[in-house]
């Protein structure tokens, strides 16, 4: 057993943050990395997104989370959520805070 999982090899995981939960089930990670220019050769950023399953909902908007590849689950998911690494700040308002005051 341990040695026919050893011929597979690891899943592949990416760690990126958290840009949208509108779905139900589903978020959208922003994943980062950093890559010289072809031509320049100066160091620029690249981003790409990835859908998720996420089916406790416990991700939120701005988490930093870690997503493990895993079999096609629709037309785009084909990465579920390992885990939340780091929370994102949550900004309170009372409603008191919010009226506007003529």
Same mark, same amino acid.
């Given at each position: 057993m341990a040695e026919a999982q050893a011929q597979q090899g690891t899943k592949n995981e990416k760690i990126g943050q958290v840009v949208s939960t509108r779905m139900q089930k589903t978020i959208v990670v922003e994943v980062t990395r950093r890559v010289p220019h072809p031509l320049y050769k100066r160091i620029i950023a690249r981003r790409k997104k990835?859908? %998720?399953?996420?089916?406790? /909902?416990? %991700? !939120?908007? /701005?988490?930093?989370? !870690?997503?493990?590849?895993?079999?096609?689950?629709?037309?785009?998911?084909?990465? !579920?959520? %390992?885990?939340?690494i780091r929370r994102a700040a949550q900004v309170g308002a009372q409603p008191a805070e919010l009226d506007v005051k003529v």
């Open positions: 990835f859908y %998720a399953h996420d089916e406790e /909902g416990t %991700a !939120r908007m /701005g988490d930093v989370v !870690r997503i493990v590849e895993c079999r096609p689950l629709s037309k785009l998911k084909r990465w !579920r959520l %390992a885990e939340v």
